[in-house]
């Protein structure tokens, strides 16, 4: 599986200073509509098209007047705020026209400031940084950050397709509606809204320091273009993917690191040294610099790429590993496990207010397969359970459907408002996944049975009828997943086993 090359985009920071003499900065919530990163917190931004790299931009400098051009573009295509010297010679209703034929492909921006005779001046553009999104996303941009204040009086208008809920908002109110769990960022976002508290909240705020709030953005190796290591998904639950050999389009597990004073390694999954060395470096940093302990590994369950790195982990850090008895029999000879955990023990953590994460039993993909569920931020860390990219692979003997359903049905019982998954994105919207994860199953078993009403009798004629659409190179696993669901079916007593690998409705 080869890594997706990061395309050029840029996004922008609206800024405004309110009557109190605040600042404030302008965001919004990314359409449950978009296939990546749905539901998270941004700014207004977008690929960088052919067209940008057409567009002048006076005092660009010389490799940056198309991104620059390309965030202009975006302010005014996603927010209908021009960013230009001359936005005084647009009316408000005039400008949302614009923006309207621009979205009805009636009209180009080059064209549209052309019409007007407006200039573009990179002056205008606060650089703040760019952001790489890691290597295990399914997507992925080399994203250049700017902020701006907003000319004139111009209130931003969303183009709601993409962006909706647009409020503006402090650098102090913004972080602390992330910490209350309002809302989910991605790295830059929460790099630059902390960015962004400090500088209001000092001199060089009150005195439009503007290269001052440069010199802080761009201060984290993160922030220069190196890729983004940990996620921050909530103060004290830190996702930290490691790359492993796992089923595609996945290439990453998620490691998870819960709690500050004390930590909790979640599945230390990287089998190569590489990784596990990154790993050991950034654990050893936050012991360094934060008087951090790691206090366990817990194991979400005994997959290879769950569990690859535990034995370096265990003996780097000399701690126990835990994880549900029948993980431990199934890894036993391989990796020691010290501590039994149950369903429905609670993990606490120190701190103000400190973490409490709830072990949920949750087998169906793998007999001893838990689910964490974080009291305090709401986070469900949900393993091979739920995962946010790709799709989960109920394999017999070790996986069983009906139990699988059951599993999900109970970690719906959490009112949790993020799933945390073994790999890709976090996710918004728990309920609404949950419920999907069940829906989908539930379809592919009325399939099946109607695979079985129109006289296919073994798994491979199944997978041929239901799985169609899919390419024949998926078939060998899509007859795993079949067969999973001919043994609830038999276990139901709704269908039967014949001789010869045969199935039939009862
Ligand atoms: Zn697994």
């Known amino acids: 599986m080869t890594v997706a090359t990061p395309k050029e985009a840029a996004c922008v920071v609206l800024m405004r200073q309110n009557h109190q003499h605040e600042w404030e900065f302008f965001w919004a919530r990314r359409s449950d509509k978009m296939p990546f990163m749905s539901g998270y917190h941004a700014f ?57 034929a621009m979205m009805r492909r009636e009209l180009t921006f080059a064209e549209f400031i052309q019409r007007h005779g407006i200039r573009l001046d990179a002056n205008l553009l606060v650089p703040g940084g760019r952001w790489v999104t890691p290597p295990y996303a399914a ?36 972080v602390k509606s992330w910490e209350a769990i309002d809302v989910i ?53 830190v996702g930290f993917p490691v790359k492993t050999p796992t ?67 265990q003996k780097k850090w000399g701690v126990p590993v835990a994880a549900h008895p029948e993980t431990a029999r199934l890894l036993a000879g391989k990796i020691t496990v010290d501590r039994h955990v149950l369903d429905g023990d609670v993990i606490e953590l120190p701190g103000d207010p400190g973490w409490r994460l709830h072990c949920i039993f949750t087998p169906g993909h793998a007999p001893g397969h838990l689910c964490f569920y974080e009291e305090g931020t709401r986070a469900l860390i949900t393993g091979d359970m739920i995962v946010g990219l790709g799709s989960v692979l109920i394999n017999p003997p070790e996986g069983n459907m009906r139990e699988y359903l059951d599993s999900l049905r109970k970690l719906a019982g959490f009112e949790s408002v993020a799933i945390l998954g073994g790999h890709g994105q976090a996710l918004t919207h728990p309920q609404k996944h949950i419920a999907a994860y069940i829906k989908h199953r539930l379809e592919r078993e009325a399939n099946i049975i109607k695979a079985l009403e129109t006289g296919a009798r ?6 041929k009828i239901v799985y169609a659409d ?14 999973a669901h001919l043994e609830k079916l038999g276990a139901e007593n709704r269908a039967q086993q014949l001789p010869g690998n045969e199935w039939q409705l009862v």
Request: some cysteine; hydrophobic content about 40%.
């Open 458 to 463: 073994t798994v491979p004629e199944i997978v």
């Open 44 to 100: 207004p931004g977008g690929r960088m098209d052919e067209e940008d790299l057409e567009i002048q931009v006076e005092n660009a400098l010389e490799n940056q007047s198309g991104l620059c051009a390309c965030v202009i573009r975006e302010a005014f295509e996603e927010a209908a705020v021009l960013l230009s010297p001359d936005a005084g010679k647009v009316p408000a209703a005039e400008r949302l026209a614009a923006r309207a």
């Open 139 to 174: 997507r992925r941009f080399d994203t250049y950050f700017y902020v701006a204040e907003i000319p004139g009086d111009q209130e931003p208008e969303l183009w709601t397709d993409e962006l909706e809920q647009g409020t503006w908002t402090t650098g102090q109110a913004a």
């Open 185 to 237: 960022l991605a790295p830059p976002t929460l790099h630059v809204i902390r960015g962004v508290r400090d500088w209001a909240g000092s001199d060089a705020g009150n005195n439009r320091n503007w290269e001052k709030l440069t010199a802080i953005l761009l201060d984290a190796p993160s922030a220069n273009g190196k890729p983004v290591e940990s996620i921050e998904i909530r103060s004290g639950v």
């Open 247 to 313: 089923l595609p389009p996945a290439t990453h597990t998620n490691c998870y690191l819960v709690g500050e004073q004390e930590l909790v390694v979640i599945d230390p999954a990287s089998p190569y040294e590489e990784e596990q060395l990154r790993l050991d470096e950034h654990l050893d940093w936050l012991q360094r610099n934060r008087g951090v302990r790691v206090r366990e590994i817990l194991l979400t369950h005994h997959h290879p790429d769950h569990v690859a790195g535990v034995a370096h982990a």
């Open 470 to 483: 899919t390419p024949p190179a998926a078939h060998p696993l899509a007859e795993r997943s079949v067969l």
